[in-house]
Structures are given as C-alpha cells and as structure tokens.
C-alpha cells in the first residue's frame, strides 16, 4: 500500500483531497505548514492547524506540523517586499510552490517514508513512458498550473494531485457529504499571509518605511508633469485608477522607473506591446526546445494565453497583449499542457 503525505491547510480542497485519497485505499497522513505567526495573521495561521487537526480526527489519520517559519520569511516574504522595493510585481505562490511546498515540504515527506506528496490543487498529472507533463484539470475556472509551472521531472514524479477530475463545485459537494468538518468554510484569498490589502503588509513590514517609500513625480511618456505618486510600492503596471491626477483622458501607469522614483503614465493604446523579455526559464520536461517554439503564453493567472513565439529570453506575441508587468511569470501552454515559463523582466 502506498503511503502518501497529504499537504492539509485547514481548507475544503486540502480536506477532500485527504478524503478522497483515504476512500481510495491510500495509506495517508497530513502535514500542516506554520509559515507565518505575526501580527494580526497569528489567529489565522493558528486556526489552519486547528481546523486541520479537526479534519485529521474525522478521518482518523496522523497530523503531522512542519514549522517553515524562518524559510517562509527568508525565501517569499522578504522577496515579496524587495520586490516591490525594486519596482516589481512579484507572484509569491510561484516561489512559494517551488522552493516551500515542492521543495522543503516534498524532501520532509519523503524523509518520512512516504512515497509520495499530494496536495489540493487544481491541475494534473499525467505519466507517459516516463515523463511526467502537468496539465490543466477539469475546472478550468480553477486551474492553478500557472503557479506551478516551475516544477520538474524531479518533482512531479513523487507528487498527487487528486482533485484533478473535480470542478470546485463538485469537491465543495462531497466535502458536504462526507460531513467534512470544514466542508462550509470559505474560500481563503490568494496570498496566504496578507490579511487586508498588500499596502497594508508593506507598510507595517517594510523597515524605515518613510526614508525608503518617498513620493515622487508622476510624468506622461514626453516628460511632462501631471502630478506626484505617494511611493513606488502602490502601483503596478497597467494601474488607472487611484493615481491622483486629473487628465483629458484616461491615463495609466507604463513605467515605474526605480532609479528616478518616478512613475510614467500614457494612454490605453500605450500599455499594449508583443514583446516581453524574461529570465530564469524552466521546463517541465527535459525535452530542449528550439531557440524558437510556438507556445500559448500567459501573462497573468486570469490572463487569457496567447500565441507566441518564444526566443531565448525573448516572448514576441502574435498580437499586442495589455500590462506585460516585470515580476510576474509568463507561462508557456501546448495543448493545455504546460511546457514552462520565466519571470517577466
């Protein structure tokens, strides 16, 4: 019998997919990340781990806790905050995914014995003559592959993914069922350890926040001055509204330019480019690629994937795609497969 680690936040996913693994014979137990235990997120991490304890007791399985508390700090919360120090949009859940969940997560479970590592997300895996290839699953409002998509042969070949053939929908019904004890708990937002807005976190965690968050110019792509921004931190590529200034037309952020700590505003038509430059590009398979591959690229989760072409580190797109936006990843797409990606530039 196979002995698989369950990945368990507490949630309905997390919960089902422990559910479901049992029903299906697996020799289970679930793990707890405590990754964040500060401020006003204390009672919110500590209920994670009550509200999986209680889902553990119902299925009569041990529950493990795996305190990543300094790792969580060191590798995604202090990135999050030096990136948007550095003029970027970062997407913490790639990094987290690879280097916490699939990395330190993946080598404890295995450390343990298990042979594998599953957790609630909504993608799946696929096994042929070898390979693994990550895929979107069957709820497609839901796919989360564009967070995953820096995983590898080395991962993918001891991971799980049982909710895979599920709608939300679906899962939120069986969690019912089953008489899950969290089968009616909300969704929880995207980014785990931000409670209230991410200006919020970087105000109370950047440090000197007043000597390195100043205000500065906000200029159109002439030069001309409309206004002055409040920080550099509040605002992102493709951003209209609160930027405080009064134009003809509709204006939105193009450019947030560290080194001037200015922020250059245009037109609709001016956020639109084919190209994007990227770096840090991985693959799932071991498969090379061509200097040049025809791939459907995403830019953003929500982002509809687009055709184009991938060159080195250089994405030129069949048509002209809104708010390419430096920190976040471009995700590479064939057939609903997931070939890899980088992070925008």
Request: charged residues 25%; hydrophobic residues 35%.
């Amino acid at each position: 019998m196979k002995k698989v680690l369950v990945a368990l936040s507490g949630g309905v996913d997390s919960s089902t997919t422990a559910y479901l693994l049992k029903q299906q014979g697996f020799d289970i137990a679930a793990v707890t990340l405590k990754l964040y235990d500060s401020h006003s997120k204390a009672s919110v991490s500590s209920q994670a781990i009550d509200d999986a304890k209680k889902v553990c007791d119902f299925l009569n399985i041990k529950h493990y806790v795996l305190d990543l508390q300094k790792e969580f700090q060191d590798s995604i919360i202090n990135n999050f905050i030096s990136s948007y120090l550095n003029a970027t949009t970062p997407n913490p859940c790639i990094i987290c995914n690879k280097t916490i969940k699939f990395g330190l997560l993946l080598d404890y479970a295995r450390n343990l014995g298990f042979d594998y590592l599953a957790t609630g997300h909504y993608a799946k895996i696929e096994s042929n003559n070898n390979e693994y290839k990550l895929k979107i699953g069957k709820d497609k409002s839901k796919d989360q592959t564009y967070f995953l998509y820096r995983l590898t042969q080395k991962e993918l070949a001891y991971l799980l993914f049982p909710l895979a053939n599920y709608t939300k929908e679906e899962i939120r019904d069986i969690a019912s069922s089953a008489n899950l004890p969290v089968a009616n708990k909300p969704d929880s937002q995207e980014i785990c350890f931000i409670e209230k807005t991410y200006h919020d976190f970087l105000k109370q965690n950047i440090k000197d926040f007043n000597k390195q968050v100043l205000p500065g110019l906000i200029v159109d792509t002439s030069g001309k001055k409309l206004g002055k921004h409040k920080g550099l931190i509040f605002y992102t590529i493709g951003q209209r509204s609160g930027l405080g200034i009064t134009t003809p037309e509709p204006v939105y952020v193009l450019k947030i330019d560290k080194a001037t700590n200015t922020l250059i505003v245009g037109t609709k038509k001016e956020i639109f480019s084919r190209v994007a430059k990227i770096k840090d590009i991985t693959f799932i398979s071991n498969k090379n690629y061509d200097n040049n591959f025809k791939a459907d690229v995403k830019i953003r989760r929500m982002h509809k994937a687009a055709s184009a072409i991938i060159s080195k580190n250089i994405i030129l797109f069949d048509e002209e795609q809104a708010s390419i936006t430096p920190g976040q990843s471009a995700v590479f797409y064939k057939d609903n497969y997931v070939i890899g990606g980088g992070f925008i530039i």
